[in-house]
């Protein structure tokens, strides 16, 4: 069999036109097949750059099929893109089965990379950027996203949410029934010419919201909690009140001080030692 095509994972402006790379315009004009999840909507981005290489739908609903055909494409040599209406592809968007059908057959994947609302939305956020969970769309399920939003509970990273215009506002409110009060920021048509970021907390949103839903596309990033660590229960005892703890509950001193070196991490060597000096020099005292 000859040589086997590259997939390439190019990633599309997510408003403004100038943040396609020059690479990205190279790959598309280069490759033989753009796998597009919505041929219109990308024949506009093809236009502008002047791209005229053929285009297939790639979508949701055909992703499996159309992977199939794909990577038969692959295998007999020809480069294919696949793209997104808009961002990076794969994240909330299809290319993920693409990739992994691709590692099976042994072809190829690279990343194109560029715009990504998740990401652009946190480093703008002020929120922490050095742990962030991205969740995507919450389900559409309202008891599954209940469940989604519980699981959220104590996280310490930064969360990052999708969410579309028109259910932005359930969204917040079912985040302050399940969350409560917390502090968020609202990112919304990153790049574009209405861009703007809000922040404050998940009532004031509420109402900010409801007031005048401000239309677009937003990222909802909610700030992560710091839970106060529950102390183990020895914490305030010393070395004897730990062992006199075992003691008390029946637990025979040789294990009491396997127990107690296991709370504390420590050797149980150093645990024993301590506890027979005790000893000796309790017996030295008689
Ligand atoms: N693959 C894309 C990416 O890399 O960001 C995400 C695609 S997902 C189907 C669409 C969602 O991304 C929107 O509902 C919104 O939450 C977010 N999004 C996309 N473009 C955005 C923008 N310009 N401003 C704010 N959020 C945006």
Known sequence: MGTKGVCYLVATPIGNLEDMTFRAVRILSEVDLIAAEDTRHTVKLLNHFHISTRMVSYHEHNEKDRSGYLVGELLEGRNVAIVSDAGTPGISDPGHEMVTRCIEEGITVTGIPGACAAIDALVISGLDTKKF???????????????????????????????APHKITRTMKALYEYLGEREIVLVRELTKIHETIWRGNISRAIIYLEEKLPRGE??????????????????????DQHMAYYIDQGIARKDAVKNIAKDRNAQKRVIYDYFMKKQDMGQEQE
Request: hydrophobic residues 35%; glycine residues 8%.
């Open 133 to 163: 969970t991205f969740l995507g769309f919450l389900s559409p399920d309202k008891k599954t996203r209940g469940k989604e939003i519980e699981e959220m509970k104590g996280y310490e990273d930064t969360l990052i949410l999708y969410e």
């Open 218 to 239: 937003y990222v909802i990033l909610i700030k992560g909690e710091k839970l106060a660590k529950e102390e183990p229960f020895w914490s305030e005892l010393n070395l």
